[in-house]
């Protein structure tokens, strides 16, 4: 069955935590799966590895890497795509020019990031790496729909051990601010296209027309959306926020996805730094500009820039005293919510407030009630309502809550706002019209300078795939259905002149409801706390967002959701869980040598992969595998196996440890196959035997600094070193 080109599995390389903890588990993964004839291999899809490969011509031959980016997007186009798919950055500008100096320090000769590009060879270079930034990867991969929910063993065990849940107030301050005019969802417009045809987008105006994207293409049946958010709206609306939030006397925080979004909402946390320090761009604006400085790379950037202008300075330090008092990233390093664009996920980061009673961390390293400045009116109402609950009835009990679980569209970059090139910010004030081949105006918008104009679409085939996807979920729990969907949206109307057709067709139209998203949260919100279960069916950016709100609510993490993306030419995506990469528990593991990561979402996505590939390859072995690790999840999570926050406490390679024990004492207690009983029995009286050895020499790793070779590329052999540093349980697996 093996092939030597493709693995049986392709196991991702990533970055930051989720690859550290890769240096642990994949060895005892690719041990394990041997005993089935299975091979497992990795692909990267790095940060550091997607540069590499972008950058052949500045490159030697021995440093030179494929691009398996594309290798794997084109696999995922195959019936026997099998792919384990580790949470990656999604680059924001300051990360990717971090990582090219990394690399560079290392001895590849890449070019450097142009700020600001003049010559056609800078701007070729400019191209090449902003390619790179945001949601660049799942795009290419999931050529499926989402299929995102708790994975059972990890639900009972948060039930039996439920976490702490911040305290609601009726009378909290806390509460979201957004647009109500001049946004990207107050400008939308929507139109299913009858036929298959191509397009272009131009910009007219007094001076002439420019065309702004050509060679689109676009099937029949597709969902084409444009619209724009008005650059003098944003801005009068942050600066009323700013004054409103002051008056309050509470915390103000932007919540954006500048990784993920990653033309739009750099822009737009751009004018947030801009209109928080507009005093001092007011008046030093010119000489700012002239020292390199860009309020789109955030606060951290800017004054870095200007470190040895004091009356500059002095101007910021006047101006923070009269605003209001910022959420914080870090409060004892003084790092604020504007420092860093990639530094606050929304996803993330308004489910962790809600989560803690709506407080968040102010610049005395005490927790205050917060403005969330959560500019497009898309799905703001989501976390708006969710607040306005949690204020009316107090805090979720983990212990009774039911589940929500997620069908999201997103096969073929559906809804993708981030990554794809059709998002512009407006040089000069004129109309964009995105106009099809015969000439038709599909689309027109008038804009003005600064103003950010953005298309997506969504095609026939993955929207008539996430509906029957909904309907094969709904039929199998018995769940309640939502489809969030406001009809009065433009791009919504449109998707439910799908839904309901295919929904009357198969004579289910009874067992679902279409909501606006904040109805819908409301009603998701009263189900779990009656404790029943119901599915949350949205589009690409809810899917994001949900499938981080509710885990966090229900389970305290979302990295450890069991995510399936069913490939649409019958492959299996079998994705990690929701948590990002972690940066933080990097920093904690060069500092201390201890990795908190927790693998639990590698572990479900392991046993779903595996019970898969038995499926499709009709190997008996691999779905004794698959139960095993299931098995095995369990044991890690009723004996509290998972990795310690503290140093000096068991941490992610404990976790593997004991992982790697539970699984082989299932397969050696497993009467399916007497095979691999006889040889993983063995395995699994050597790794309890010599539990006191392997959890001593884990323990001794602690405490001091850890070398890896690099943040974003660090060397092999020193990672292994770092995450592999017990000879003896190295020596039982291999």
């Known amino acids: 069955m093996a092939n030597t080109d ?239 939030t002051k008056s309050e006397g509470i915390l103000f925080s932007l919540h954006m996805k500048a990784t993920m979004m990653k033309v739009s909402d750099p822009i737009i946390f751009g004018h947030a730094v801009k209109q928080f320090l507009a005093p001092v761009f007011e008046k030093y604006g010119d000489e700012m500009k002239a020292l390199g400085v860009s309020p789109n790379a955030g606060l951290g950037d800017l004054l870095e820039r200007v470190k040895d202008r004091k009356d500059i300075l002095q101007a910021i330090d006047a101006c923070m005293a009269d605003r209001p008092a910022m959420y914080m990233v870090d409060s004892g390093k003084g790092i604020t919510n504007l420092h860093v664009p990639s530094d606050v996920i929304i996803d993330a980061s308004m489910p962790a407030l809600i989560r803690g009673g709506g407080k968040g961390w102010g610049p005395d390293d005490k927790e205050h009630d917060a403005v969330c400045v959560i500019p497009d009116s898309s799905y703001a109402p989501v976390y708006d309502e969710a607040i306005r609950f949690f204020k009316e009835n107090g805090k979720l009990n983990p212990a009774t809550a039911g589940t929500v679980q997620n069908i999201g569209l997103m096969a073929q970059k559906a809804e993708e706002y981030g990554s794809h090139p059709t998002t512009f910010e407006i040089p000069q004030a004129g109309t964009v019209r995105m106009i099809l081949d015969d000439g038709t105006v599909l689309h027109e918008t008038q804009v003005e300078a600064g103003d950010i104009w953005r298309s997506s679409n969504a095609r026939k085939a993955p929207i008539e795939d996430w509906v029957h996807l909904a309907i094969a979920r709904q039929k199998e729990t018995g769940y309640r259905a939502i489809f969030w969907l406001d009809e009065a949206r433009p791009h919504d109307a449109e998707l439910i002149k799908y839904i309901k057709p295919i929904l009357d067709a198969e004579g289910v139209a009874d067992r679902f409801e279409i909501m606006t998203p904040r109805a819908a949260t409301r009603a998701s919100l009263e189900t779990i706390t009656r404790g029943e279960s119901c599915i949350s069916i949205t589009g690409n950016v809810l899917r994001d967002y949900l499938t981080d709100l509710f885990p966090i609510l229900e389970l305290a993490t979302s990295a450890k959701m069991l995510s399936i993306v069913k490939l649409m030419n019958g492959g299996g995506l079998f994705e990690t869980g929701a948590g990002g990469s972690a940066p933080k528990h990097v920093q904690q593991l060069l500092a201390e040598n201890h990795l908190r990561w927790d693998s639990l979402g590698e572990f479900c996505a392991l046993g779903e992969s595996l019970k898969f590939l038995a499926q499709t390859h009709d190997n008996a072995r691999a779905r004794v595998l698959g139960e095993a690790v299931e098995a095995a999840t369990q044991e890690v999570l009723d004996h509290g196996r998972s990795p310690s926050r503290k140093a000096g406490e068991p941490d992610n390679r404990d976790s593997h440890y004991w992982f790697a024990r539970y699984w082989a004492e299932a397969l050696a207690a497993q009467s399916d196959d007497a095979g691999l009983a006889e040889e993983f029995g063995p395995v699994a009286r050597a790794l309890a035997e010599a539990e006191a050895q392997i959890t001593g020499e884990l323990a001794a790793a602690q405490g001091s600094a850890a070398d890896t070779g690099g943040y974003y590329h660090p060397d092999a052999e020193k990672l292994a070193s770092v995450m592999r540093p017990s000879a003896t349980l190295n020596g039982i697996i291999g």
């Open 6 to 244: 493709t693995p049986d599995i392709i196991y991702t390389k990533v970055d930051e935590a989720p690859e550290l903890a890769s240096g642990s588990l994949l060895p005892i993964i690719q041990r394990f799966a041997s005993a089935a004839g299975i091979t497992v291999g990795t692909r990267d899809i790095s940060l550091a590895g997607r540069i590499l490969a972008a950058f052949p011509d500045y490159l030697t031959d021995d440093q030179r890497q494929p691009d398996h980016l594309k290798a794997l997007g084109e696999i995922v186009r195959t019936p026997a795509a099998n792919v384990i798919k580790l949470p990656n950055i999604s680059a924001s500008e300051p990360q990717l020019v971090a990582a090219i100096r990394e690399l560079q320090g290392q001895g590849h000769t890449l070019p450097d990031y142009p700020f600001d590009p003049q010559t056609d060879d800078e701007k070729a270079v400019r191209a090449r790496y902003d390619a790179l930034k945001g949601s660049a990867v799942n795009p290419v991969l999931r050529e499926g729909n989402s299929d995102r929910r708790a994975a059972p063993a990890v639900k009972k065990y948060a039930q039996a051990n439920p976490h702490r849940m911040g305290d609601w107030s009726p009378d909290s301050k806390t509460r979201v601010a957004t647009m109500s005019a001049g946004d990207f969802f107050s400008n939308e417009r929507s139109a299913t296209l009858p036929g298959a045809t191509g397009a272009k987008v131009v910009l007219e105006t007094a001076t002439g027309e420019t065309v702004l994207k050509d060679g689109l293409s676009y099937p029949e049946g597709t969902v084409v959306d444009a619209t724009c958010m008005s650059a003098a709206a944003l801005d009068a609306f942050l600066a009323g926020e700013i004054e409103k």
